[in-house]
């Protein structure tokens, strides 16, 4: 169809991801190993997972003594004391805790479950955190993979968050560089001329949840690039993405 | 790149939809007319607003009389009170109405601004309501898509939602028709062959996601296919996708 197309392409076969690794260099050498390359204006998601790998994100829980509180808490929903102590100290503020479930908020300002802490695709034993500043990361990574490939690229990092109301996890952005996060429509007009309210589409969530259709198992494929997708070249922030407290009627 | 490769293709050229027009005959054509097909396994992706037309889910504004209460509120945050009304009646609950937000469920159990009142790309004077039952529209127009053209596809309707806590709105999945809108993950083991958790993605709302990257402005290109996709066809409901009250946190 002679219309707009978007290609979102896994790519496969990275190998596996260790703490001090430049994911950078690993990414680039394995678009090379497929014969491939990438093309300006690419858009590389990347899963969070690898990329707290890479930077040694990962908790020893034999290091971890919890709380009384969060062993107390742990024992009445069956959950790993020790989890639920780093869950806490990750969390600026808890927004709901009960059931077994953890929504809190991060140091970052992300509301999610268990302030991002996870424990599957981890070495027995560990949990990863979310990067300390995944905007910073992201940046870190374009600006290497730029000057390795020589094309200018938009880098994403993606987690799996929950929402209210709706089953099933999405993925978003949790850190951008060099792409708006956010595309405003507000001030143009709709098909019968009138102006457009409320139209602030979350552009990098979509792209991340685009990127996940081809990840699947969510770290078998952990990076997938979004080709042919206009956006708005910029430095940016993952903070845009976060609604500010005094508009939120959900903290 | 030798791997997973998904297209999103944005179908242009769409005709004005009018009450009664058969959406699924306006799309086969318009598919035709561009000098392509659609092919087994293609998903898709129609926006609300189009379906909401055609199945003539407007409502014109001079007909409604607002109750003192929408009247009061209206006024208070500056409002259209008749819209206020039409937005309270489509309501099956209220989840919070303060600081002229209106975020309820509907009838059928989306939670929402609005409860899928639009006042946007429809005629002066009216609003649209979203399908009566989108399943059913998503049926609908997949039956006689696929009758008419040969092949097997799936259908998703999609509607913009706002989340708490992030900023911007994101296309999620209202309706579907054969495509399982879940994924479940749960009993597969991670790469240190470790059960993996809490790993349901809702992948018909990121398919809805993928699609907007391409519709872009809201109802310039309101129709996307998604190709190359694997998924579990079978027969589904958007109602997988509505968390039950009892497992919510946020109601």
Redesign the interface.
């Known amino acids: 169809?002679?219309?707009?197309?978007?290609?979102?392409?896994?790519?496969?076969g990275l190998p596996?991801v260790r703490p001090g690794d430049d994911l950078a260099s690993t990414i680039a050498s394995t678009?090379r190993l497929?014969?491939?390359d990438l093309r300006d204006q690419d858009i590389v998601v990347i899963a969070q997972k690898i990329v707290s790998k890479a930077e040694g994100r990962l908790v020893r829980l034999s290091s971890i003594t919890p709380s009384p509180a969060a062993a107390q808490w742990a024992k009445e929903f069956d959950k790993d004391a020790r989890v639920v102590e780093v869950v806490l100290a990750e969390s600026r503020r808890v927004v709901?805790m009960?059931?077994g479930?953890v929504?809190s908020e991060t140091s970052h300002g992300?509301?999610c479950?268990n302030a991002g802490v996870d424990?599957?695709?981890?070495?027995?034993g560990y949990v990863s955190l979310l990067p300390e500043d995944p905007d910073k990361s992201a940046a870190r990574i374009r600006d290497s993979l730029e000057r390795e490939l020589g094309v200018k690229l938009a880098v994403v990092i993606c987690d799996?968050f929950?929402?209210?109301?709706?089953?099933?996890?999405?993925?978003?952005a949790i850190g951008v560089a060099g792409i708006a996060?956010?595309i405003d429509?507000r001030g143009?007009v709709?098909?019968?001329g009138?102006a457009?309210?409320?139209?602030?589409?979350?552009?990098a969530?979509?792209?991340a949840?685009?990127a996940?259709?081809?990840m699947?198992?969510?770290?078998?494929?952990p990076v997938a690039?979004?080709r042919g997708?206009e956006y708005e070249r910029r430095a940016a922030s993952s903070s845009?993405?976060?609604?500010h407290e005094s508009l939120?009627?959900?903290?």
Do not use: C
């Open positions: 169809m002679p219309q707009t197309s978007i290609s979102i392409l896994g790519i496969p596996e678009v497929a014969g491939d709901r009960e059931r479930i929504i992300f509301v479950a424990t599957s695709n981890v070495p027995d799996t929950g929402r209210p109301w709706r089953e099933g996890l999405v993925n978003v996060p956010l429509y143009q709709d098909s019968y009138r457009l309210h409320v139209t602030v589409i979350a552009i969530d979509e792209l949840s685009a996940e259709l081809v699947k198992k969510r770290d078998g494929v690039v979004v997708f845009e993405l976060i609604r939120d009627l959900f903290r």
